[in-house]
């Protein structure tokens, strides 16, 4: 069992920053592969960043080139820089690990990210 903790998130101006970051627990954190999903109301969840065991990205087309993921695996922790924010980036942002050996996938909580004047 995988425990995922997000923090970070809160109220931004539109063109502002945000870090997020999401503690794991366990010992195997750098085998997991990591990712970050958001989900904005009456839309599906759907993938913003991804980062493998082995160091590789992937973004969604929405946040290429303003949002950047990362992992620190000394730290057990994910996380994603949000610059250029734009409303439209308002959602619950969630954590996701999953783990290759057992093919099983964690979900944190989900923290508010609200982009707004």
């Known amino acids: 069992q995988v425990q995922l903790v997000e923090s970070g998130g809160g109220l931004v101006q539109p063109g502002g920053s945000l870090r997020l970051s999401c503690a794991a627990s366990?010992?195997?954190?750098?085998?997991?592969?990591m990712g970050w999903y958001r989900q904005a109301p009456g839309k599906q969840r759907e993938l913003v960043a991804a980062?493998?065991?082995?160091?590789?990205?992937s973004y969604g087309d929405s946040v290429k080139g303003r949002f950047t993921i990362s992992r620190d695996n000394f730290k057990n922790t994910v996380y994603l820089q949000m610059n250029s924010l734009k409303p439209e980036d308002t959602a619950v942002y969630y954590c996701?690990?999953?783990?290759?050996?057992?093919?099983?996938?964690?979900w944190g909580q989900g923290t508010q990210v609200t982009v707004s004047t």
């Open positions: 366990g010992s195997a954190f750098s085998r997991y592969h």
């Open positions: 996701n690990a999953f783990v290759p050996y057992s093919s099983s996938g964690y």
């Open positions: 980062m493998t065991s082995g160091g590789s990205t």
